[in-house]
């Protein structure tokens, strides 16, 4: 095509519609078109706000911290530092977003892709129970009975975690389904 026609170029039909598709440049400026954006900035953006709604869930103390805070006599030199514990809690956070829930979050809308946000939710609490009980068994040390107590306060938070990161994967996924429903002139309401 000539350059200073301003037209788009096209680079043939595709096999199932027919319909002419296009490279994305103008033969004006030789820029390229703005191409729709990949997942993983939702995912991206998922994560972030899963990882801020698992530290939100920690303004209320964990109950295994209190019973350590709580366990220790005041005059008792050879008891551990309370100061430790105000450690425990940010690094078990730490640990519960990196080894559990960015993991369970994006197994979750990648098994539930194409399905509804219950279901997303749905596989990614099936990966992040068993795996928050590894991470606590692991952690804790001791009997799996000792664990019990902090894996049930794991599970409930990184749950809280994961209806945000399900929420801006769904959000953000719907958004170019309207916008190329708005662009044809056609809706799916019927």
Same mark, same amino acid.
């Given at each position: 095509?000539?350059?200073?026609? &301003?037209?788009?170029?096209?680079?043939?039909?595709? +096999?199932?519609? &027919?319909?002419? +598709?296009?490279?994305?440049?103008?033969?004006?400026? /030789?820029?390229?078109?703005?191409?729709?954006?990949?997942?993983? %900035?939702?995912?991206?953006?998922?994560?972030? #706000?899963?990882? #801020?709604?698992?530290?939100?869930?920690?303004?209320? %103390?964990?109950? =295994? #911290? $209190?019973?350590?805070?709580?366990?220790?006599?005041? @005059?008792d030199a050879t008891a551990d530092a309370p100061f430790a514990l105000l450690f425990?809690?940010?690094?078990?956070?730490?640990? $519960? !977003? $990196?080894?559990v829930q960015i993991p369970a979050g994006l197994l979750g809308v990648r098994a539930?892709? /194409?399905?509804?946000? =219950?279901?997303?939710? @749905?596989?990614?609490l099936l990966a992040a129970v068993p795996t928050s009980l590894l991470l606590c $068994?692991?952690?804790? &040390? +001791? *009997?799996?009975? !000792?664990?019990?107590?902090? =894996?049930?306060?794991?599970?409930?938070?990184?749950?809280? /975690?994961?209806?945000?990161?399900? =929420?801006?994967?769904?959000? *953000?996924?719907?958004?170019?389904?309207?916008?190329?429903?708005?662009? *044809?002139?056609?809706?799916?309401? &019927?």
């Open positions: 095509m000539d350059r200073g026609t &301003g037209a788009t170029k096209r680079t043939g039909t595709t +096999e199932r519609t &027919g319909a002419t +598709e296009y490279t994305g440049t103008t033969e004006r400026t /030789g820029a390229s078109r703005p191409r729709v954006p990949s997942r993983w %900035p939702r995912h991206l953006a998922a994560v972030h #706000l899963s990882g #801020l709604l698992l530290l939100c869930t920690f303004l209320v %103390p964990p109950a =295994w #911290l $209190l019973d350590a805070a709580y366990a220790t006599p005041p @005059g425990a809690a940010p690094l078990f956070c730490v640990a $519960l !977003h $990196l080894l539930g892709d /194409g399905r509804s946000s =219950w279901v997303r939710y @749905g596989c990614a $068994l692991v952690l804790v &040390g +001791e *009997s799996p009975a !000792h664990a019990l107590p902090a =894996w049930g306060d794991a599970v409930v938070r990184v749950a809280i /975690g994961l209806l945000g990161h399900v =929420w801006v994967v769904r959000a *953000s996924a719907a958004r170019p389904h309207a916008t190329r429903a708005a662009r *044809s002139g056609s809706s799916r309401r &019927g």
